[in-house]
């Protein structure tokens, strides 16, 4: 019996000796420390439940010019990839919201094309768009079961974790393999330094692919240990540059050589065009791999003026970024457009594409970056980028005070 002089919690009558701590509440109520953190994942749980719901119910209206039009925002040309990519996850969602008896195929998503062209991007843009957990990993991480390294099986614990190990969001997400190429099978276009692992990982993620129930350790100290998550529902996107598989498609043809990095749309067209699966196979995909993968998009290489834009137009651009975090120092910048051209230009000369565009701007600025609070105390309050400091490490124009605006 407990006694009439200690403070109890109303909601499972422990007293003061049992808990950590007590809060009061109004008219003499109590609530243990212990109930506060059971009431918090009550709370928590329907909350997260609702939003999943939220999400579930905006995906299904979602129309493919809705996806595309955010993709838009964020990737800079790639026009027939974006409308590809938007009709297959499109399709994949309705998929996952039928009722038909018919058993339809899952829209997974290829993609190949020249490093730094946006094929990261598109994916991890539309995660974010779809408000769904996803995992970016590189294939040349990924080895066959029982040799060093990860397995496949480890992409879905890892996409178990990015949904806050909730398992339907989990069941919904999506997984981003680059450089699956690097995968493919040893043969006449493929460097002999590739994995020779590489088809067993294939086969390893075809079995992801396909539909499997995978056991995945649950979140520390919770129970059951074990969590299962049913593949069946997950979108895979795999891409890589497929360096050599030009010349497969050629060589089929009998024809000359398209030109895979040419800066001409036409040409890379004609590329996506004449693409078959039988080419993926001939460049060390197994069939059965690729018959899991019925959207093969090819990016085309990004062009100066396709740089310039990336620099300066998507939602939250490269330029913008560095606008902001010199303004935290109480001091603009500004790029002339020739500028912008340089950067691009050195983009494309080390063939670096979008990815090599901030580390450009970072090594040209570094230096201006390192004086910029002894600038703003010197009263320098306006910066100019201008093509010399780009290509010649010139010293960039720094205006002083009234002189600013």
Not at 3 to 21: A, E, R, Y
Request: one cysteine or more; proline letters at 3%.
């Amino acid at each position: 019996m407990k006694s009439s002089n200690l403070t109890i919690c109303n909601f499972c009558n422990k007293d003061t000796t049992q808990v950590k701590k007590l809060l009061a509440g109004e008219n003499g109520t109590h609530i243990c420390s212990e109930c506060v953190v059971l009431c918090y994942g009550i709370v928590n749980d329907y909350t997260t439940n609702a939003i999943q719901k939220d999400r579930v119910k905006k995906i299904k209206t979602l129309t493919p010019r809705q996806i595309h039009k955010d993709l838009d925002k964020h990737v800079i040309s790639q026009e027939r990839a974006k409308k590809t990519l938007s009709v297959a996850i499109y399709n994949h969602y309705k998929r996952i919201s039928s009722t038909t008896d018919t058993k339809l195929q899952k829209s997974n998503v290829l993609l190949a094309g020249p490093t730094g062209t946006g094929k990261t991007l598109m994916a991890q843009t539309l995660a974010d768009f779809l408000g769904v957990p996803m995992v970016v990993t590189d294939a040349t991480v990924l080895t066959e079961s029982g040799y060093a390294g990860d397995d496949a099986e480890v992409l879905i614990h890892k996409l178990f974790q990015a949904a806050d190990y909730k398992k339907e969001q989990a069941e919904h997400g999506i997984i981003y393999v680059d450089e699956i190429d690097k995968k493919a099978k040893r043969n006449d276009y493929v460097s002999l330094s590739r994995d020779v692992s590489g088809e067993g990982v294939q086969q390893s993620l075809l079995k992801l692919m396909e539909g499997t129930v995978v056991p995945v350790p649950n979140k520390p100290q919770h129970n059951p240990e074990k969590v299962d998550i049913d593949t069946s529902n997950i979108l895979f996107v795999v891409g890589g540059a497929f360096v050599g598989l030009q010349d497969v498609v050629v060589n089929r043809l009998g024809k000359a050589k398209i030109g895979f990095n040419d800066d001409l749309d036409a040409e890379v067209e004609q590329w996506e065009k004449h693409l078959q699966t039988r080419d993926l196979v001939k460049y060390g995909l197994i069939p059965e791999f690729v018959g899991r993968l019925p959207s093969v998009n090819v990016l085309s290489p990004l062009n100066k003026n396709d740089l310039v834009k990336i620099l300066t137009e998507p939602t939250d651009s490269i330029i913008d970024q560095i606008k902001e975090l010199f303004l935290l120092d109480k001091i603009q910048i500004e790029f002339t457009i020739t500028a912008l051209e340089q950067i691009a230009a050195v983009a494309i000369d080390e063939e670096l594409g979008a990815r090599g565009l901030r580390k450009i701007l970072d090594q040209a600025l570094l230096e201006t970056q390192y004086q910029l609070p002894e600038l703003y105390e010197k009263g320098v309050r306006k910066i100019i980028i201008n093509e010399q400091v780009i290509s010649k490490d010139a010293v960039p124009q720094y205006i002083k005070g009234e002189n600013a605006e």
